[in-house]
């Protein structure tokens, strides 16, 4: 499945960034089963998970839980990552992810620099 990830960029700490990932070649019907997620890798360090969105559910890692929020418009069959006051140590390569029967497709990533 194709992913094209935008969004990311250059932001002062405590500033925000709104991260955007579709999926244009996916049915909508199909997507709506979808589960998306949002992944970073800092350099130095592993992918780790930012936040998922299944049909029914989300979840976040400790570390963004109420500056980020993760949403989707299944009808543009998008996924958004909105992140709020950000800091120095979410500097990292933003990958848009999605699960399908068990098969994870990638985005080829987006940077997001936030500087002190």
């Known amino acids: 499945v194709r992913l094209v990830e935008s969004g990311g960029g250059l932001v002062q700490a405590g500033g925000s960034l709104r991260l955007s990932c579709g999926a244009p070649?996916?049915?909508?019907?199909?997507?709506?089963?979808?589960?998306m997620g949002w992944y970073r890798q800092a350099a130095g360090k592993q992918r780790e998970l930012v936040a998922m969105?299944?049909?029914?559910?989300?979840d976040y890692a400790d570390s963004v839980k109420g500056r980020f929020t993760i949403s989707r418009d299944n009808s543009k069959k998008m996924v958004f990552l909105q992140m709020n006051n950000l800091r120095p140590e979410d500097t990292a390569v933003y990958y848009c992810?999605?699960?399908?029967?068990?098969?994870?497709?990638w985005g080829k990533g987006t940077l997001v620099t936030v500087s002190s």
């Open positions: 070649g996916t049915i909508t019907s199909t997507f709506i089963g979808d589960t």
């Open positions: 969105a299944s049909r029914d559910t989300t």
């Open positions: 992810s999605l699960v399908r029967y068990g098969i994870t497709s």
